[in-house]
């Protein structure tokens, strides 16, 4: 159970209390009283991990070695998960005149099913030898997936972002520069269909700001990720409402379940999600749950709403303690520290929680950053903590004989 940007400093509002600590949590205690804890540094002490980033080690990979970008996730995320070797880029359908210079960055907001129906005319284009995929993603945002041979990441962006006129993709180094091609012909084309097209004709009509360009940014290729099931062994679902979780997730294999009214958001319902959790554990190894509430609430700076939102954690954990198989081994942790006072991800290291059965309890009484510090588990790395699941669920191999 991962629990986004849980982690915390001690807040002056909260009387120098984590919000962790601050909140009523006797479930997560009960966890903590009857497991192991320790704390864990996602990436390596002091580094300031992404959810990405943070997930990948999370699930046993280093992430040094296969994160490429954030491009190829979010990709998956929206249900286009590439091969290795396809470019992704993050874009936005905006406005410009006819000098392409950018009026409208996001295109009035536009969003479905405008997009996906302009997203639907430039998908299927081949420009030498390169297939376009293009695909609406949340409000204005879409994402484009370039496939062909000997395809580059090293390029850049096309949006202009503050500044007025597109930019051209310019190659980085030797290898980009038929990718920067194409990506260059791309846009021109997405001008040139986009302009004409009949939703902007209506859009025009309506005196709505019409999207006639695609604006690619943030290239990424897509890693060479060994599926989590020929890893470990094991088969393993994803139920998160982010969708850059579930990209992650999508590409390492995992198997993305969705649960009714999880929605990445505050409003998300958590125990629609831990019962569609608990059902996962019947026909796959491992499942692996992200809320993402807490790390909205972190990043707003609101104390008050982030002990709220471990008070639901808790009823979360509640949930679990009640249905889990007596032979699960469980895991609550976060993926990186989103402090109050910082209001962005931090370099500290995050609790984590171990529970099954015949785990040797190592006194702890609750759950939190203080009571982890002491705990059994010590400190170890994000990476590690897929091998000691795996180990405690007795589903390891011996290494040697
Ligand atoms: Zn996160
Ligand atoms: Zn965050």
Redesign the pocket.
Known sequence: MVM??LGDRAVKELNWQTPLQAANRPNLNWFAEHGASGIVDIIGPGIRP??DTAHLAILGYDPYLVYTGRGPFEAAGIGIVGNKGDVAFRCNFATVDEHLVVTDRRAGRIKEPDTAELAASLSGITIDGVQITVKEATEHRAVLLLRGEGLSAKVSDVDPHGDTKIHEAVPMDRDAKRTAKVVNAFVKRSYEVLNEHPVNQRRSKEGKPVANILLPRGAGIFPDIQPFEERYGMTAACVAGVSLIKGICRVCGLEVVEAKGATGGLDTDMLAKTRVALEQMESHDLVLMNV?AS??V??DGNAQGKVKVVERLDEMAGLLREKLPENAVVAFVAD?C?PIEVK??SGDPVPLLIYCQGIVKDGNLTYDEGAAAKGGLGRIRGKDIMPILIDKAGRSEKFGS
């Open positions: 986004d940007g992404g959810s993402k790390d909205i972190s990043h990186h989103t962005d991800h």
